[in-house]
């Protein structure tokens, strides 16, 4: 009994400690089963009806006739249920008072009319009815309202207390036995209730814990670990939901930016990944700010991002656009350094550029694709032209995996002449593609195409071979100038193609000149350097190409074993009236000399130019102004030494 009453006096107190979403819990278990209730509810009026009746007694009918009225108020309380929405804790007080009140007004109607029935009913049949009545229903309420055990003692008490009063005011021995029967039981029921309350509330925090530890998974499942944005998963089911309101409510347009960083390998080569990282937390945390509140935006994976937002057209759109491109472009500072990038965007606008979310994410792609081809800090959106250009990439794709064994691929040369004279000292050859379905297809088409699909590799070795087969019948004087890939520079079966198509044709390594632009250094700098070092150690020349086009230039020529530069042609154009252009070739020339390269000029094709190239001293020139790109066939002419009027007028 002291261990009763000491949980009795503790019961209170940690009811209040328990958090609201174990309260509603316990609250709704009071729910749980309605329909026992109402079998309860109608046993339970049916009785006191019956023992009224029989009676003849008013107070008993007055009694049965409020159990009757209680009852039906209950039930239809345990038809609606609890407050699905109890989350907040005046909700869940509220669904509980509501219980306790019905609860409480039905059990002290039970007992009051057990009470009466003992006192005012002489025969022993009726309040036999009225005791076991009081008595079940006192014990089907320990079970099953022992969620809240305070609302269930009451209830105990409530229902068996009079019946216990009732049976001793009749001062009859065996009444007074039952009575104190009846109050063993009520203890007994007591402290039931309580340890099926323990057990129910144990059950319920470790169910709440449980729930509440998978939804924090759940989240992190769904959250960027680096930014904490949304990640695909979680940006896949928002902005698929956002597509079904758009689609239902048309006078909204939903707008999809697809995100790519411009220069973050080289952020990330240059300053290190910590740098690479905080400027991609940093520029996820200002989409955050600016545009998901009321949008998504998420990291799709590396340096790819996306945001959703409402637009009213496409102005706004752009507008939207504009100011991403700001947000990204903003520097960021980081251990001292000012790292700053840039973004190319592809739009797709719902639902005029598509009805479904692969729709979009696809012309949303098609869009970005379109700003990166189309330089840095770009924003495109999506055109159905841009579907076109798609399909043609795939059925040149196609096209192009047979086209070796078609033969269809074949060599030009373009001489490249020394300055002083009209002694030609190399050769550079360039690849050419004349497909059985779609004539010529330029390299800057097919050449990435053959990069994607894994093709340049066998593509590079026929080259090699061809090229230098070729040239081994060339004067000795005149090398050999082949490009390489990106993935050919990078590739472990570079050194060994090369050395192949030296052994197979007899051409000495000396007069091989292996061409990389700048560009492709910036991806793996570490592997090109090693490609390079190879390829001079079989005494192979390297020469970087397009240089003056790329990113920090000038480093590389300290730390890359190359033995010729090539000027971008895009300065060689406005040698004839851009002074900026002629001192910048003037300083390359120079530069070079110092560093012992030798330096050529692409893209000749005026002789004011071929004039002002004489005056910085270049050692050689290439471009139309000299000769065009020719099969191998024409080049013996020009090792005769029949050289073009242009050449020779320019002298």
Same mark, same amino acid.
């Given at each position: 009994m002291a261990r009763l009453i000491n949980r009795l006096t503790q019961l209170s107190r940690s009811d209040q400690e328990i958090t609201v979403r174990v309260r509603a819990a316990l609250v709704e278990s009071l729910y749980a089963s309605p329909r026992s209730l109402v079998i309860g509810a109608v046993t339970s009026t049916t009785i006191g009806g019956v023992v009224a009746w029989a009676a003849h007694d008013a107070w008993l009918a007055v009694c049965a006739v409020l159990i009757g009225l209680v009852a039906a108020m209950r039930i239809a309380d345990a038809l609606r249920g609890p407050d699905r929405a109890a989350t907040a804790p005046t909700k869940a007080e509220r669904n509980e008072l509501a219980y306790r009140l019905g609860a409480l007004s039905y059990s002290g109607l039970l007992g009051l009319f057990g009470f009466l029935t003992l006192t005012r %009913?002489?025969?022993?049949? #009726?309040?036999? +009815? !009225?005791?076991? *009545?009081?008595?079940?229903?006192?014990?089907?309420?320990?079970?099953?309202?022992?969620?809240?055990?305070?609302?269930?003692?009451?209830?105990l008490c409530s229902a068996s207390l009079p019946l216990?009063?009732?049976?001793?005011?009749?001062f009859d021995p065996l009444k007074a036995v039952l009575g104190v029967v009846i109050l063993l039981f009520v203890v007994a029921m007591m402290d039931i209730t309580l340890q099926t309350y323990d057990t129910i509330l144990k059950a319920t925090i470790m169910s709440e814990e449980n729930a509440a530890l998978a939804a924090h998974h759940?989240?992190? %499942?769904?959250?960027?670990? #680096?930014?904490? +944005? !949304?990640?695909? *998963?979680?940006?896949?089911?928002?902005?698929?939901?956002?597509?079904?309101?758009?689609?239902?409510?048309?006078?909204?347009?939903?707008?999809?930016?697809?995100?790519?960083?411009?220069?973050?390998?080289?952020?990330?080569?240059?300053?290190?990944?910590?740098?690479?990282?905080?400027?991609?937390?940093?520029?996820?945390?200002?989409?955050?700010d600016r545009f998901g509140d009321t949008g998504v935006v998420a990291r799709l994976g590396g340096d790819e991002f996306a945001v959703v937002y409402w637009v009213a057209d496409r102005d706004e759109a752009a507008a939207i656009g504009a100011a991403i491109l700001a947000e990204v472009r903003m520097p960021v500072e980081h251990d001292g350094q000012s790292l700053r990038s840039s973004a190319s965007i592809g739009v797709a606008v719902a639902i005029e550029d598509g009805r479904e979310a692969d729709t979009l994410l696809k012309n949303a792609d098609l869009a970005l694709y379109r700003a990166k081809e189309s330089g840095r800090g770009r924003l495109f959106f999506y055109e159905p032209v841009m579907d076109e250009k798609i399909e043609r990439r795939r059925l040149l794709a196609g096209e192009l995996r047979g086209a070796l064994d078609r033969d269809e691929f074949h060599l030009l040369y373009q001489p490249i002449f020394d300055l002083g004279g009209r002694q030609i000292l190399s050769c550079e050859v360039l690849l050419r593609w004349t497909n059985r379905r779609y004539?010529?297809?330029?390299?800057?088409?097919?050449?990435?195409?053959?990069e994607d699909q894994g093709l340049i590799d066998p593509i590079g070795d026929w080259v090699l071979h061809q090229a230098c087969h070729v040239a081994r019948d060339w004067p000795e004087s005149?090398?050999?100038?082949?490009?390489?890939?990106?993935?050919?520079?990078?590739?472990?079966?570079?050194?060994?193609?090369?050395?192949?198509?030296?052994?197979?044709?007899?051409?000495?390594?000396?007069?091989?000149?292996?061409?990389?632009?700048?560009?492709?250094l910036l991806d793996d700098i570490d592997a090109s350097l090693a490609a390079l070092e190879a390829l001079n150690a079989m005494h192979v020349c390297t020469t970087l190409d397009d240089f003056g086009t790329g990113y920090s230039s000038l480093s590389y020529l300290t730390r890359f074993p190359f033995q010729t530069l090539k000027i971008d042609r895009s300065f060689i154009a406005d040698l004839d009236h851009s002074p900026a252009s002629i001192a910048i070739v003037q300083t390359v020339i120079d530069l070079a000399a110092k560093l012992g390269m030798r330096t050529v000029a692409e893209g000749v094709e005026t002789a004011a130019q071929l004039e002002q190239l004489r005056r910085t001293r270049c050692d050689a020139v290439q471009g139309f102004l000299m000769a065009r790109p020719m099969p191998a066939s024409m080049l013996k002419t020009m090792f005769a030494g029949d050289v073009p009027q242009p050449m020779a007028g320019a002298e």
């Amino acid at each position: 009994m002291a261990r009763l009453i000491n949980r009795l006096t503790q019961l209170s107190r940690s009811d209040q400690e328990i958090t609201v979403r174990v309260r509603a819990a316990l609250v709704e278990s009071l729910y749980a089963s309605p329909r026992s209730l109402v079998i309860g509810a109608v046993t339970s009026t049916t009785i006191g009806g019956v023992v009224a009746w029989a009676a003849h007694d008013a107070w008993l009918a007055v009694c049965a006739v409020l159990i009757g009225l209680v009852a039906a108020m209950r039930i239809a309380d345990a038809l609606r249920g609890p407050d699905r929405a109890a989350t907040a804790p005046t909700k869940a007080e509220r669904n509980e008072l509501a219980y306790r009140l019905g609860a409480l007004s039905y059990s002290g109607l039970l007992g009051l009319f057990g009470f009466l029935t003992l006192t005012r %009913a002489p025969d022993g049949v #009726l309040q036999l +009815l !009225s005791v076991t *009545t009081a008595i079940g229903y006192a014990a089907g309420i320990a079970g099953r309202n022992a969620g809240r055990p305070l609302i269930a003692l009451t209830q105990l008490c409530s229902a068996s207390l009079p019946l216990v009063a009732g049976l001793m005011i009749a001062f009859d021995p065996l009444k007074a036995v039952l009575g104190v029967v009846i109050l063993l039981f009520v203890v007994a029921m007591m402290d039931i209730t309580l340890q099926t309350y323990d057990t129910i509330l144990k059950a319920t925090i470790m169910s709440e814990e449980n729930a509440a530890l998978a939804a924090h998974h759940a989240a992190l %499942a769904r959250r960027d670990d #680096l930014t904490g +944005l !949304s990640n695909r *998963t979680d940006f896949r089911e928002r902005f698929e939901a956002r597509l079904s309101a758009a689609i239902a409510d048309q006078a909204r347009k939903l707008a999809l930016y697809w995100l790519d960083l411009d220069c973050f390998k080289e952020v990330n080569d240059t300053f290190g990944h910590l740098a690479g990282n905080a400027l991609l937390a940093t520029i996820a945390g200002r989409l955050r700010d600016r545009f998901g509140d009321t949008g998504v935006v998420a990291r799709l994976g590396g340096d790819e991002f996306a945001v959703v937002y409402w637009v009213a057209d496409r102005d706004e759109a752009a507008a939207i656009g504009a100011a991403i491109l700001a947000e990204v472009r903003m520097p960021v500072e980081h251990d001292g350094q000012s790292l700053r990038s840039s973004a190319s965007i592809g739009v797709a606008v719902a639902i005029e550029d598509g009805r479904e979310a692969d729709t979009l994410l696809k012309n949303a792609d098609l869009a970005l694709y379109r700003a990166k081809e189309s330089g840095r800090g770009r924003l495109f959106f999506y055109e159905p032209v841009m579907d076109e250009k798609i399909e043609r990439r795939r059925l040149l794709a196609g096209e192009l995996r047979g086209a070796l064994d078609r033969d269809e691929f074949h060599l030009l040369y373009q001489p490249i002449f020394d300055l002083g004279g009209r002694q030609i000292l190399s050769c550079e050859v360039l690849l050419r593609w004349t497909n059985r379905r779609y004539g010529v297809v330029t390299p800057a088409e097919f050449i990435p195409i053959a990069e994607d699909q894994g093709l340049i590799d066998p593509i590079g070795d026929w080259v090699l071979h061809q090229a230098c087969h070729v040239a081994r019948d060339w004067p000795e004087s005149v090398t050999l100038a082949v490009n390489l890939s990106p993935i050919q520079l990078r590739g472990p079966q570079l050194t060994a193609a090369v050395r192949s198509a030296l052994a197979a044709s007899g051409l000495p390594p000396e007069r091989l000149n292996l061409e990389v632009t700048e560009t492709v250094l910036l991806d793996d700098i570490d592997a090109s350097l090693a490609a390079l070092e190879a390829l001079n150690a079989m005494h192979v020349c390297t020469t970087l190409d397009d240089f003056g086009t790329g990113y920090s230039s000038l480093s590389y020529l300290t730390r890359f074993p190359f033995q010729t530069l090539k000027i971008d042609r895009s300065f060689i154009a406005d040698l004839d009236h851009s002074p900026a252009s002629i001192a910048i070739v003037q300083t390359v020339i120079d530069l070079a000399a110092k560093l012992g390269m030798r330096t050529v000029a692409e893209g000749v094709e005026t002789a004011a130019q071929l004039e002002q190239l004489r005056r910085t001293r270049c050692d050689a020139v290439q471009g139309f102004l000299m000769a065009r790109p020719m099969p191998a066939s024409m080049l013996k002419t020009m090792f005769a030494g029949d050289v073009p009027q242009p050449m020779a007028g320019a002298e």
